[in-house]
């Protein structure tokens, strides 16, 4: 018989597609427009991402001043939505605040920072890098935890996940098993990840990105498009009030393939969903609808489309919200989860948007645009660089 699952008492993302639940529902009900051609100063690149607009111009202060950078601010903006962190502090006032745990996902965490520290060095001929290049509050990944944990006024347990495109996801496994393991009473779960030039360039020379929108499962996809966003929910071990999702399982897998692409065949995959599918203790046809990793490069869409077929069949309702979001890599995993959690309290059925015409030689027809819909049980999944893998099922209990 399964654990009893995780209580998912509060939740809330922030993209391209706009700060907040409802911002991202009504865009993803109108199909509205995330990506947009790359503008970002210093980055000469024939590609569209997916960026959150207002963040060069809301800097932290006060006791955040340290912390100060592109990926802390979107941090900051999305835990102010949804009523967030006032859900956090009534868990606060619950079980204390060193019984609250912390664990997040980034890549890039204060990448950008450091760049423009850099390219200040050099264009403008500075002896230092300058003081507000703080390493341990800006630069490294445990400062993304850092940062959360003092705004939300927390003590409990905190790491951050840095696994490619499964961290956001990732960090919600590890709050859920420190949930079970008993050493903490609830859990800020997530991911936060920013554009940056090192990210970008990387993926260019990987002859990744797209220089089109990203058409997840599309004829003729050419690549991803690169996205920023944050994503949280918040875990609890408190019975599920009626109609609050939960967290029915999780599954993870690292199969090592190579460095950069996944197993052809999906093997890492099939693990991780397989291994969420038994936590939950449910069978393939009980999820409503997969949110796939859907990243739109030939190879990734490709091994997703075996792996699914050999879990689900053709059957089941999928699709990538990547088009729209672009991919938010090591937020991508959060992201999605709680734009699953959206989805189903918003009654729909997300499309994959940018691709029109799908290719046929994947067995998998994804949902190209929106549909009313009421699904119960949501599957989203995550597959990384380096064959680190993670599927997450959400749903009602």
């Known amino acids: 018989m399964p654990p ?59 006791a955040l001043a340290d912390f100060d950078c592109r990926n802390h601010r979107l941090a900051a903006l999305a835990l102010g939505q949804d009523g967030f962190r006032e859900r956090v502090a009534e868990a606060v006032r619950r079980h204390g605040a060193g019984r609250v745990g912390v664990f997040l996902g980034t890549s890039t965490a204060g990448l950008n920072h450091t760049e423009q520290c850099y390219r200040r060095y050099f264009e403008q001929g500075r002896d230092t890098l300058g003081a507000d290049l703080r390493y341990a509050h800006t630069h490294t990944n445990f400062a993304l935890a ?32 420190y949930l079970r393991a008993g050493l903490c009473d609830a859990a800020v779960v997530g991911g936060v990840d920013t554009l940056c030039a090192t990210t970008l360039h990387g993926f260019q020379s990987l002859e990744l990105l797209s220089p089109r929108p990203a058409s997840p499962w599309g004829l003729g996809r050419t690549g991803i498009s690169i996205g920023e966003g944050a994503g949280f929910l918040l875990l609890e071990r408190v019975p599920s009030a009626p109609g609050q999702p939960v967290l029915l399982g999780t599954g993870e897998s690292s199969d090592a393939h190579h460095i950069s692409s996944p197993h052809p065949d999906g093997d890492g995959a099939v693990l991780a969903m397989t291994a969420a599918l038994a936590r939950a203790g449910l069978a393939p046809a009980a999820i409503d609808y997969v949110n796939l990793h859907g990243t739109g490069t030939p190879v990734n869409d ?59 030689d994947l067995a998998l027809r994804v949902l190209e645009h929106p549909r009313p819909g009421a699904p119960r049980r949501v599957m989203s999944n995550s597959f990384g660089f380096g064959g680190s893998n993670c599927c997450l099922i959400l749903g009602r209990p």
């Open 4 to 62: 009893i699952p995780a209580s998912i008492t509060a939740y809330t993302l922030t993209s391209a597609l706009g700060a907040g639940c409802a911002a991202t529902l009504d865009a993803l009900c109108g199909e509205g427009p995330g990506l947009r051609r790359c503008t970002l100063p210093g980055l000469d690149l024939d590609t569209w991402v997916g960026q959150v607009e207002g963040l060069e111009t809301a800097p932290l202060t006060g």
């Open 146 to 177: 850092a940062c959360c944990r003092r705004l939300l006024g927390l003590a409990g347990p905190a790491l951050v996940i840095s696994t490619a495109c499964s961290s956001g996801a990732k960090a919600i496994a590890a709050g859920d098993r």
């Open 302 to 360: 490709r091994a997703e489309d075996r792996a699914m077929a050999r879990v689900f069949g053709p059957g089941v309702a999928a699709g990538s919200t990547k088009g729209a979001t672009g991919h938010t890599l090591g937020a991508a995993g959060a992201v999605e989860a709680a734009l699953c959690l959206v989805c189903m309290a918003g009654g729909l059925l997300p499309g994959t948007q940018g691709t029109k015409l799908q290719d046929p």
